[in-house]
């Protein structure tokens, strides 16, 4: 099994996007909402929607913070304001 699992997590409803050409991405979003009970356990999860992103667990973030690891940078999602997409 894959550790990196792609999950179909972005809240079409609640995230204002863009809509691109391929409905099952969205082109430009201004607020990322999750949804969370699409994540259930798992500590690191690429939203499908937005292939280039990664969802990291708080138990994860620590982790690796203690562990002095360099070239890592976690964003809350709530902090997260705007994503276009580039095909």
């Not at 996007?17 to 009970?37: H, I």
Request: a negative charge; charged letters at 30%; hydrophobic letters at 40%.
């Amino acid at each position: 099994k894959n550790v990196l699992d792609n999950r179909a997590c972005f809240d079409w409803g609640a995230s204002p996007y863009e809509e691109g050409r391929n409905r099952k991405l969205p082109l430009a979003v201004t607020r990322l909402v999750v949804l969370e009970s699409e994540i259930e356990d798992r500590h690191l999860v690429r939203i499908r929607e937005i292939p280039s992103l990664m969802l990291v667990s708080k138990a994860l973030q620590s982790e690796i913070e203690s562990s002095n690891m360099l070239g890592v940078q976690f964003l809350p999602v709530s902090d997260y304001d705007e994503f276009t997409y580039l095909s």
